[in-house]
């Protein structure tokens, strides 16, 4: 089973900082199957990138996803007020698994 | 635009069987999977498993041998069924669409939640 591990557990930023999100996998994974999701309190999670690079319809230009093998990044280029949240990773592999969460919140 | 409306027993006892059905509105039923994830207080999130229209299922290894999903395309709705319940199932309950095909997999839209609780 892949284990997916985010870091940092929180992330404490500025509006308009720059916001970096790692998520490592425990083995080398298929890439198009990696996806982003942002979480609001008391909302439903938000798909935010999928195929590790790709947005979803609506989402700003200002989320950006990288990475492959085992290592993906969720880079929020500056951050807006409506961005502090908890953001997961989520992959596939014929079963879905999620990282245990980033929380980016206000410093 | 596909909305997801969800609903089941908010309140269990141990050892009962927690039954939720999510039903599909404004969209195509038979093209995806359809999942169900849960979050227990102040967690993560945990998918629990998915189900496509013709009743294909792939679930989770930690929750198969209490667990069963089924579906109605007659109606768009899936149903979840998770027996033996215990205090660690306490968490809200979400149902999904998993878009799944050989270049992507994800999940777009999502229901709004069910609390369930099991106290005695």
């Known amino acids: 089973e892949i284990v997916l591990t985010q870091s940092p557990g929180t992330l404490s930023l500025s509006p308009g900082e720059r916001a970096t999100l790692s998520c490592r996998a425990s083995q080398s994974v298929n890439s198009r199957y990696l996806a982003w999701y942002q979480q609001k309190p008391g909302q439903s999670p938000r798909l935010l990138i999928y195929g590790a690079s790709s947005r979803a319809t609506g989402i700003p230009d200002r989320f950006s996803g990288s990475g492959s093998g085992t290592d993906f990044t969720l880079t929020i280029s500056r951050l807006e007020p409506e961005d502090f949240a908890v953001y997961y990773c989520?992959?596939?592999?014929?079963?879905?698994?999620f990282g245990q969460g980033t929380k980016v919140e206000i410093k | 635009q596909v909305q997801l409306h969800q609903w089941g027993a908010g309140l269990l006892k141990p050892s009962e069987t927690l039954s939720l059905t999510c039903a599909v509105y404004g969209g195509s039923f038979s093209g995806f999977y359809w999942s169900w994830i849960r979050q227990p207080p102040g967690k993560g999130l945990e998918w629990i498993g998915e189900i496509n229209h013709s009743g294909s299922t792939n679930y989770n290894s930690s929750l198969k041998s209490r667990l069963t999903m089924s579906v109605d395309p007659s109606k768009n709705q899936f149903s979840l069924n998770l027996s033996s319940v215990t205090a660690a199932d306490t968490a809200l309950y979400s149902c999904?669409?998993?878009?799944?095909?050989?270049?992507?997999?994800?999940?777009?839209?999502w229901g709004k939640g069910t609390t369930v609780t099991v106290s005695s």
């Open positions: 989520q992959h596939y592999s014929g079963g879905v698994t």
């Open positions: 999904a669409r998993s878009y799944t095909s050989n270049y992507h997999y994800y999940m777009d839209v």
